[in-house]
Structures are given as structure tokens and as C-alpha cells.
């Protein structure tokens, strides 16, 4: 009877803590590892993301090179590019070095055509060399972090949140092609983490930054704590 009793309690008694201590640290480890995963996306999203840009860049520099023209400035494409018997790759540019769309709006002129043309001359994926329509992996390339890229050009001055942008091309990385830049893309380490690998790591200098301080404050400081989406970032190339 005794025994009998004596077995209850033992079989009552529930985990000891050995067995507590080994369950917490295997729990650690589960969430260790699952933060630090978290964590090797977040780098290798920014790391493809900067890699897409120089890669822009690159394709831009070799069409130069081959066609001596800017994509989408080019005059006669149609004539130059093959496969490009369709709008908005057909279409003709001024042939002046610079595309006459704006950086923070949605491309309605020679942007269109720039990276149509990057895909028609087999430099760039990502895009249709027909056209498609104008959206991200149609007519323009969708960025591996989120949202995609828009071209334009600067005649220098303000831009953004820098007040002293620098005259030339640049790339807007936003979410929504049908709005335009809305600072709704990325959250401010992204964007922090893009501009402190390719540039100062500073929103309102330099070469890239932010869509009017929506995720730095007026000293440039990136506001990392912030979890949301809600910047823009714009990112100047062929410097």
C-alpha cells in the first residue's frame, strides 16, 4: 500500500529542474536561431538590393559604351535595338544624354523606355524587352528587397531630403508604381542599411537618401527604432 502510494507521487511530481533548465535552453537556442535568421534575410535582402543597383549601373555603362546613347534617350531605337517594334521601347529619344522624367515622378517620357531598352540589348533582366505593362517586372525591375526602381534625372539643387543633390540620373526605390514615391517601402534600418553600404549612411546627403525625412531627422539620422515602412530611398548613379 505504501509502495503504491509512493509510485503516485513520484509519477506526480512533473519535470525537475534539470529537465526545466535543458527545456529553457533549447527554447533559447530555437529563438536565437530563429532572430539570428531573421536577421541574415534582412542583410542578404539590403546586400541583393545594393547589387541590383551597381548592377543598373553597369548595364547602363556598357549600353553607353555599345550604342554610344542613353537607354531610353536613344534616337531610332527601333531601328538600333532588337525586338523593339513596340511601345514604349520604340519610341523615340531626343538623343540629348538625359531622360526628360523627373526623378520623383512616375516616369511618362524617355524613363519609360530606359530599362526596356537595358532588357532589349540583353543587359538586364527582370524585364519585359516588349514592354509589357508599367509595372514592377514589366517595364521597370522590381527590387529584391521591396517595391522596384523608377530613373530620372536632376538638374541639382533640393531633392528629397538633400538639399544639395547633385546634378544627374537617379534611381527612386518606392512601393507603389501607380503613386510614385510615397515613403511607404522600406523601414528606416533598411533604408539606413542600403545608404550606409553604398553611400554615407547619412539621410540628407551624398548620393543616396531619403524621400523627405520621412524615416531621418534634419541631421540625417535614420530613425531605426521605427518598425514601419515608411520611407523611400533615392540613390544617384552614372556619377
Not at 548592377?55 to 555603362?61: K, L, P, R
Not at 525586338?83 to 517620357?109: S, W
Not at 531619403?210 to 556619377?239: K, L, T
Request: glycine share 12%; aromatic share 8%; hydrophobic share 40%.
Amino acid at each position: 500500500m505504501n509502495l503504491s502510494t509512493y509510485k503516485a507521487v513520484r509519477e506526480e511530481q512533473g519535470f525537475t529542474l534539470v529537465e526545466l533548465a535543458v527545456v529553457m535552453i533549447i527554447i533559447g537556442l530555437l529563438v536565437g536561431g530563429i532572430l539570428k535568421g531573421q536577421e541574415m534575410i534582412a542583410n542578404a535582402q539590403v546586400t541583393s538590393t545594393v547589387a541590383q543597383v551597381k548592377a543598373i549601373d553597369a548595364a547602363t555603362s556598357t549600353f553607353k559604351d555599345m550604342y554610344d546613347a542613353l537607354p531610353g534617350d536613344m534616337i531610332g531605337p527601333q531601328n538600333r535595338l532588337p525586338n523593339c517594334t513596340a511601345a514604349p521601347c520604340n519610341v523615340t529619344g531626343d538623343g540629348n544624354n538625359r531622360l526628360d522624367d523627373a526623378v520623383l515622378a512616375v516616369p511618362a517620357g524617355e524613363g519609360r523606355a530606359f530599362f526596356v531598352h537595358l532588357s532589349a540589348a540583353d543587359l538586364l533582366g527582370g524585364i519585359n524587352p516588349a514592354g509589357g505593362a508599367a509595372v514592377w517586372g514589366g517595364q521597370y525591375p522590381e527590387a529584391n528587397i521591396e517595391g522596384g526602381f523608377t530613373p530620372g534625372y536632376w538638374n541639382g539643387g533640393a531633392l528629397g531630403s538633400n538639399a544639395n543633390a547633385k546634378r544627374g540620373h537617379y534611381l527612386t526605390l518606392y512601393y507603389d508604381l501607380g503613386t510614385g514615391p510615397n515613403d511607404d517601402a522600406l523601414t528606416p534600418s533598411q533604408a539606413f542599411r542600403i545608404d550606409n553600404k553604398m553611400d554615407d549612411g547619412s539621410g540628407t546627403t551624398g548620393a543616396v537618401f531619403d524621400n523627405g525625412n520621412a524615416c531621418s531627422d534634419a541631421a540625417g539620422v535614420y530613425d531605426e527604432q521605427e518598425e514601419n515602412a515608411i520611407c523611400d530611398v533615392i540613390i544617384r548613379f552614372q556619377s
